[in-house]
């Protein structure tokens, strides 16, 4: 149960304020919430079984610690891009198929070298487990994405997620550095996770800054018309 629930609290951190829990956000103003969260599902549990089939048999070719250490360092790095945060790039409108079709492919595509889908990955190697991981960060995309779909419909705006995306990355860089310390080399571990830690402050400030020149402001009044209540 260990790698179900940690595969869950970790991708639920990582698909806030993620690419596509925004899309999933758009496509309920477009069609049922059910049809979607439907879509979700099924483009979500395919997505991520071939991301832990492929997590759980890399190491017949890569041994268990390098692969320990690169699921650490990718923890580092998707704590920096949650705070980089992503944007829709017009997913949302691209396909032209039936409602459940076009959130099946747009949201399968999507997902495809997403954060969450590289973090699946990544505890399916740590963990060597392909069900539980597989149900648990499917789990986590349905309760995340669907607290974004709710949230989207009950407000009917962008909502400003910067609190929760900052907590979710230091949560994601806290257990990256801990993950180094722990599966490095115990004459390099320290040195490196200082220079890590070194070179994470001036990252998180840059990023900090180009969120706060880049960030559109929502609150201007262009309140958006849902489609109808659903």
Sequence with gaps: MTAFWASLAFVVL????????????????????????GGILMATAANHFLAVVLGNYITDIIPIRTVQIAA????????LWTIRGDELEGE???????????????????????????ATVAMAAKYQSIVPVWIGTTTAMIIADALG?????????????RAV?????????FYGI???YEYLPKQVALPVVTGT??????????????????MPISDTGDDRELSETR
């Design 92 to 118: 949302d409108k691209r396909f032209n198929f039936s409602p459940f079709w076009t959130v099946f492919v747009a949201f399968f595509l999507a997902e495809m070298g997403d954060k969450t889908q590289l």
């Design 149 to 161: 779909i709710v949230v989207g419909i009950t407000l009917g705006k962008k909502i400003p997620e």
């Design 197 to 214: 830690l070194l070179a994470i402050m001036p990252a998180v400030y840059l990023l900090a800054r180009g969120n706060k020149k880049g």
């Design 14 to 37: 990582a698909e806030m304020g993620d690419k596509t829990q925004l899309l999933a956000m758009a496509l309920a103003t477009r069609f049922k919430v059910k049809v979607v969260m």
């Design 165 to 173: 995306k900052w907590i979710a990355a230091m949560i994601f860089i």
């Design 72 to 79: 650490a360092a990718s923890f580092v790095l998707f704590g």
């Design 178 to 180: 801990l993950g180094l």
